[in-house]
């Protein structure tokens, strides 16, 4: 009984410790202090794997936690009371579940997090987990929640991070290849060079009224870039955060030959041209905003928990299905039908398993201070178009983007919906126009 005790009590220090600095590392970051790391953005995605406000309401939770469960696997080991060997049980249970998990990060992750994961973050969850087993000394039927855990959780992983089964989709308009892609894009009309890009978890169908009326005085192009439509990614290590969307652009632009362009995004796609034209103002004449993103504000539910890992994964692979998506389409339109062959549209491309992977790394990846920040300065000609019917990107941002960009043209369609360039052509068509003449 004795050895019993003193190996309860030697398993306790490592999980004690390293709860307890993990919980002082937490309060430490509720000052604004960003070390080991040299900002909060590096900070969040070598910590957690993408980017989350490391905020007191958000540490402040989590240190109480991690507080808490140092002392409960101290005291387990330590004290006969029932409960607290419970609360060294659940600590267990709580490491256990985060093996498979890290396991299956280990073969998805990338970058910095993906290297802390492996040689630190997955073994040291490992053996801390085996520790406080050690010191809650769970009978048969902690034993069985354990393992009940541990399958569940590994189930979950394998279901998350086992590679989506291949598709082909193949769109007959051009290519052109770089070393960051083969971008699809069309092509039509000619005169000054005017680039829209396709909005996210789309293709360039979604500007087909723009880039026919507008052809009639200019050039138009319509990109896929990587993750949408039916371009192909061809770097590995693409990092689907906003640098990496402006790398894609830059790539497509030299490809074509294209120094100096008007540009044009939609939804996610506008804040990416934000970004292109905050970093690159000598290459972009006039910019068009339709329904951007680009504020750094939370998303909605449906979107902010895609950014949860395991469980973006699961959501994106088997909830994203063609009739969900058909439904999701027809909330993005206010005044007409989308009909199914919109719907089929929008669904194609997100066959693709490249296509899907990159909804959740986007959501989580896009870091909007950085646009938000550098709207002040940003002096290019901007024209704001917004539905007054969305409810993906609520309305009330376009006053925001007025206030913060300084060239700015804000309009507002009313009885319009999200996916402004099919609800409402006409109006968008007009505005467009009249804004890039």
Not at 191 to 201: H, Q
């Amino acid at each position: 009984m004795s050895s019993l005790k003193d190996s309860g009590r030697a398993a306790s220090l490592p999980v004690a410790a390293v709860l307890a600095a993990d919980a002082a590392l937490h309060l430490y970051w509720t000052t604004g202090a960003t070390w080991p790391a040299g900002d909060d953005r590096t900070l969040s995605t070598a910590v957690l794997g993408f980017v989350a406000p490391f905020t007191p309401p958000v540490l402040i939770p989590l240190a109480l936690m991690l507080s808490g469960a140092a002392f409960v696997a101290w005291k387990a080991a330590r004290s006969p009371r029932t409960v607290y060997r419970l609360g060294a049980l659940v600590v267990a249970l709580g490491l256990a579940a985060q093996v498979p998990v890290r396991i299956g990060w280990a073969f998805s992750g990338t970058g910095l997090f993906r290297t802390l994961n492996i040689a630190l973050y997955l073994p040291l969850c490992a053996v801390l987990a085996v520790c406080a087993l050690i010191v809650a000394r769970p009978k048969w039927p902690g034993r069985a929640a354990v393992a009940a855990v541990a399958a569940l959780s590994s189930v979950l992983a394998l279901l998350a991070y086992t590679p989506m089964a291949a598709a082909s989709a193949e769109a007959r308009d051009s290519y052109v290849d770089t070393s960051v892609a083969r971008f699809h894009y069309t092509r039509a009309g000619s005169g000054p060079a005017l680039v829209l890009v396709s909005a996210g978890m789309s293709s360039t169908f979604s500007w087909s009224p723009q880039a026919a009326a507008l052809s009639a005085t200019r050039t138009v192009y319509v990109v896929d870039l990587p993750g949408q439509g039916y371009t192909e990614l061809r770097d590995p290590g693409f990092a689907y955060d906003l640098p990496a969307m402006d790398a894609a652009l830059s790539a497509f632009l030299d490809a074509l030959g294209l120094s100096r362009v008007d540009l044009g995004g939609h939804s996610w796609s506008g804040g990416w041209s934000l970004y292109f034209a905050q970093r690159h103002p000598e290459r972009v004449g006039r910019l068009v905003l339709l329904a951007p993103s680009g504020l750094d504000e939370p998303d909605s539910f449906s979107w902010e928990i895609l950014k949860k890992p395991v469980l973006g994964e699961l959501i994106v692979k088997f909830a994203y299905t063609e009739d969900a998506m058909g439904d999701a389409v027809a909330a993005m339109f206010a005044r007409t039908e989308p009909g199914p062959q919109i719907a089929a549209a929008w669904w194609d491309p997100l066959r693709l398993p490249e296509n899907r992977r990159s909804i959740w790394l986007l959501e989580r990846n896009l870091d909007w201070r950085l646009t938000q920040e550098a709207m002040p300065a940003t002096n290019t000609p901007v024209l704001v178009l917004w539905g007054g019917e969305d409810t993906v990107l609520p309305v009330a941002q376009a006053a925001r983007f007025g206030e913060l960009l300084p060239s700015a043209t804000v309009t507002v369609v009313p009885g319009c919906g999200h996916a402004i360039t099919l609800d409402c052509p006409a109006e968008t068509n007009a505005a467009m126009a009249a804004f890039l003449a």
